[in-house]
Antibody
Framework: EVQLVQSGAEVKKPGESLKISCKGSGYNFTNYWIGWVRQMPGKGLEWMGIVYPGDSDTRYSPSFQGQVTISADKSISTAYLQWSSLKASDTAMYYC?????????????WGQGTLVTVSS | DIQMTQSPSTLSASVGDRVTITCRASQSISSWLAWYQQKPGKAPKLLIYKASSLESGVPSRFSGSGSGTEFTLTISSLQPDDSATYYCQQYNSYLLTFGGGTKVEIK
């Protein structure tokens, strides 16, 4: 069974750093992209970027380029989303999702979400 | 970036009604469109891919159609469990984009 399990909720202060994780199981982690999606409170879904664990190739949405870093460690089947200096506007639910290749380049499995709260 | 526009943003319908949601792309995306359902407090769930292919396990009352720039998601007979927000997403380019969402409420 394909599963993506995300790390737990975080409460941080503005200016702090943060790295959240997404661990895949039940499939060959290196053969699929992992994407990150932001959902701000009461709002829609925003695609942030994707990483290919096989070679760490990474693509970002222009809206998030330079604001976050997406990475993966294939040895432990885990992808990451990190911030070097959080802002209050980063408060949101963050989802990871498996993204296929070729004509299956959509999100077929999703993690449960990680709620990030940034408040002074 | 390819912009995706959904309409309506909210709709209210009765159990058993036929419901249609529209998604328009700012440029042609062929059939590279997926639909997702999201219930409150839950992760999105894939319903349809390649515009009209039903994901395994999804009830057959859900269907998708369209190509190019205009797409529809249809629920043939609305059920109470279908109360949710629905999102379209294009995957014509690696810069994936979502529509703004359509909230479906049961009268």
């Amino acid at each position: 069974e394909v599963q993506l399990v995300q790390s737990g909720a975080e409460v941080k202060k503005p200016g702090e750093s943060l790295k959240i994780s997404c661990k895949g199981s039940g499939y060959n982690f290196t053969n699929y992209w992992i994407g990150w999606v932001r959902q701000m409170p009461g709002k829609g879904l925003e695609w942030m970027g994707i990483v290919y664990p096989g070679d760490s190739d990474t693509r970002y949405s222009p809206s998030f380029q330079g604001q976050v870093t997406i990475s993966a460690d294939k040895s432990i089947s885990t992808a990451y989303l990190q911030w070097s200096s959080l802002k209050a506007s980063d408060t949101a639910m963050y989802y990871c999702a498996r993204h296929g290749v070729g004509d299956r380049s959509f999100f077929d499995y999703w993690g449960q979400g990680t709620l990030v709260t940034v408040s002074s | 970036d390819i912009q995706m526009t959904q309409s309506p943003s909210t709709l209210s319908a009765s159990v058993g009604d036929r419901v249609t949601i529209t998604c328009r792309a700012s440029q042609s995306i062929s059939s590279w469109l997926a639909w997702y359902q999201q219930k409150p407090g839950k992760a999105p769930k894939l319903l349809i891919y390649k515009a009209s292919s039903l994901e395994s396990g999804v009830p057959s009352r859900f269907s998708g159609s369209g190509s190019g720039t205009e797409f529809t998601l249809t629920i043939s007979s609305l059920q109470p469990d279908d109360s949710a927000t629905y999102y379209c997403q294009q995957y014509n380019s690696y810069l994936l984009t979502f529509g703004g969402g359509t909230k479906v409420e049961i009268k």
